[in-house]
C-alpha cells in the first residue's frame, strides 16, 4: 500500500496519490496531471479514480484532464452536480483500488456535496480518512462557499456540526487524518501549519470537536470572524462543476514568446501586464501600469484576489526560464488567458528605446526618524493588524485592496509597509495602476519596523472598554 501527499505550499493544498496491487487513485489533484501520471508508471500502476472532496473553490482541480489522459473515473460526492462524465456516489459506497477499499462518507457542510474519504486497509482495518475541507488540523471548513445554494452559512455549519459528530468522531482515535489544506488557505480560520495527524489528537486540540459543545455553540463560533471569500473562489468552484479548457492548450498559448512590438500591442489590445520576478528586482525597474506579484510569495492566492476578471489577458515578465512555472500557477486557479511573455524582459523592452519606472524605497530606521509627519499604510490581513501595528497607521487590508484604496488621498505621500516587504510592494503596483503616484516602499515591513523606536500598539475592540 502507498499513501503519498504531494503539498503545494504556494495554495497550502493538499493532493493525495494511493496505490495497491497495480491499481492507482488520486484524491483532489492539482490542474497539471503529469506529476500523478509519473508516480503511477513508475511504479507500473493505473490510476482508475480520481476522487474529489468537493467543488474546490480556492483552486481549478485537475480532474478532467487527468481522467482524460488515463481513462480514470472521477467520483463526486452525494448531490454533485457536474457537466462532464463522473460517478455520483451513494453515502456508504465502496470503491476498490487493489487490495484497499475507499468508503464514501457523506459530509455536508463545508459544501453540501462534500464528503470524507476512508480508507480501509487488506485486512479490513480502518486507517485513515482524507478529509477535504470538512476537517482540517486545528480547524473545519468554513460554511459559507457553497455555489448557487439557497443554504444559508448557518444551515451548512449545522450540516457540518452533524457530519463531524455522526460520521467523523465515530471513528477509531488512531485514524490519520489527510486534510485538503494546511495553515495559509482561505478555506478555514486557524488551521495548523502541520499536515498529517490523527483523530485522537484533533478531540483532544481542535476548537470545533469539543465533546461539551452544543450545535449552537458550533454555529456561532465557525461562522464568527469569517471574512469575505477571495473574489475568485466562486469562478474556480463553477469552473470545477462545469468544465475548463485542456491544461496543455492553457501552457501552449501562455508561454509564446512576444517581440517588444507583439508585447506592446498585446498591452495596447487591453491585457494586463502581470510582473513575476521578485519585489527587489521590480523595484529596480519596471514597465508602467505592471501589477507586481512575485513567483517567490503566494503568487496564486494574490492573483486570485486582485485579478477580477479569471478571463482577462495577460501578458508576463518573467525571471529568465521561469514562463512556464507562472502559466502553470495562474492556471492552477483558472487564468487561462496568458497570451504569452515578453522575451528577453525589460532589458529587451529598455534597449527598444522605452523608459522603465522604479519604486522608492525607505528603511524602518529612516522612516522612524519622521514617523510623527508622515502618513503609514498597513496592507497586512485584518488579523495582523489587529496583533500589533503603528500608531495612527491606516490599515487598507490588500485583500480588499480595490475598495479600501478609497481610504486613501491621491495628492498624498504615503509609507506602505506589509509584514515584510512582499505585500507591500504588491499593493504598490496596485495603487500606482489606479493613479496613487507619491508611493514608497518601507524595506523589511512591520519585521524590519518591530526593531526600531517607532510605536506600535495592539487593536482594542470597543465591546471590552469599560
Given amino acids: 500500500m502507498i499513501v503519498e501527499q504531494i503539498y503545494t505550499k504556494c495554495l497550502a493544498e493538499a493532493a493525495y496519490y494511493i496505490e495497491s496491487n497495480g491499481e492507482a487513485a488520486v484524491i483532489d489533484p492539482l490542474r497539471e496531471s503529469a506529476p500523478y501520471i509519473e508516480m503511477a508508471e513508475k511504479n507500473g500502476a493505473k490510476i482508475k479514480y480520481v476522487f474529489e472532496t468537493h467543488f474546490h473553490a ?97 444551515d451548512l ?24 489544506h494546511g495553515a495559509g488557505s482561505s478555506c478555514g480560520k486557524n488551521m495548523s501549519s502541520e499536515t498529517v495527524g490523527s483523530l485522537g489528537e484533533q478531540k483532544k486540540t481542535n476548537y470545533a470537536l469539543r465533546a461539551d459543545m452544543t450545535k449552537e455553540e458550533f454555529i456561532k463560533e465557525v461562522t464568527t470572524g469569517i471574512l469575505p471569500p477571495p473574489q475568485y473562489f466562486s469562478k474556480n468552484a463553477q469552473m470545477n462543476k462545469t468544465g475548463y479548457l485542456s491544461f496543455d492548450e492553457v501552457i501552449d ?29 521590480f523595484s529596480k525597474g519596471f514597465i508602467k501600469d505592471s501589477l507586481f506579484i512575485g513567483l517567490n ?73 519622521k514617523i510623527d509627519s508622515v502618513n503609514v499604510v498597513d496592507v497586512r490581513k485584518q488579523g495582523e493588524y489587529e496583533a500589533e501595528h ?34 507591500s510592494v504588491i499593493a504598490i503596483s496596485e495603487l500606482k495602476r489606479n493613479g496613487f503616484t507619491n508611493l514608497i516602499d518601507v524595506l523589511g515591513g512591520f519585521g524590519a519596523i518591530q526593531k526600531t523606536t517607532i510605536p506600535v500598539t495592539n487593536f482594542v475592540c470597543p465591546s471590552t472598554l469599560k
Fill in 253 to 281: 498559448k501562455g508561454t509564446k514568446a512576444l517581440s517588444v512590438e507583439d508585447f506592446k500591442n498585446e498591452v495596447a489590445n487591453g491585457a494586463l501586464i502581470l510582473d513575476v520576478r521578485t519585489q527587489a528586482d
Fill in 297 to 369: 510569495g503566494t503568487f496564486a492566492m494574490w492573483v486570485g484576489a486582485l485579478v477580477h476578471d479569471i478571463k482577462q489577458e495577460i501578458v508576463l515578465i518573467t525571471p529568465d526560464g521561469a514562463e512556464e512555472e507562472a502559466v502553470v500557477r495562474l492556471a492552477r486557479v483558472g487564468y487561462d488567458h496568458c497570451v504569452g511573455y515578453l522575451k528577453g524582459g525589460v532589458q529587451a523592452y529598455q534597449n527598444a528605446g522605452e523608459t522603465l519606472e522604479t519604486l522608492q524605497s525607505i528603511t524602518a530606521e529612516e522612516l522612524a526618524t
Fill in 58 to 154: 480556492d483552486f481549478v482541480s485537475g480532474h478532467i484532464d487527468l481522467a482524460n489522459k488515463t481513462g480514470a473515473s472521477i467520483v463526486f460526492g452525494p448531490t454533485a452536480n457536474t457537466h462532464f462524465e463522473s460517478i455520483i456516489a451513494e453515502d456508504n459506497q465502496e470503491f476498490k483500488v487493489g487490495a484497499l477499499t475507499v468508503k464514501v462518507l457523506h459530509t455536508p457542510g463545508h459544501t453540501p456535496e462534500s464528503v470524507t474519504y476512508l480508507l480501509i486497509d487488506a485486512e479490513g482495518k480502518e486507517t485513515a480518512i482524507f478529509s477535504g475541507d470538512t476537517l482540517f488540523l486545528g480547524d473545519v471548513g468554513r460554511p459559507d462557499l457553497a455555489i448557487k445554494s439557497d443554504l444559508t452559512q448557518e
Fill in 390 to 423: 503603528i500608531e495612527n497607521v491606516t490599515h487598507c487590508s490588500l485583500d480588499y485592496i480595490a475598495d479600501e484604496q478609497n481610504k486613501l488621498d491621491k495628492n498624498k505621500t504615503y509609507y506602505v509597509h506589509c509584514a515584510g516587504g512582499y505585500r
Fill in 157 to 180: 455549519a449545522g450540516m457540518l456540526f452533524d457530519s463531524l459528530r455522526n460520521k467523523i468522531m465515530t471513528l477509531p482515535d488512531d485514524i490519520t487524518i489527510y486534510p485538503g
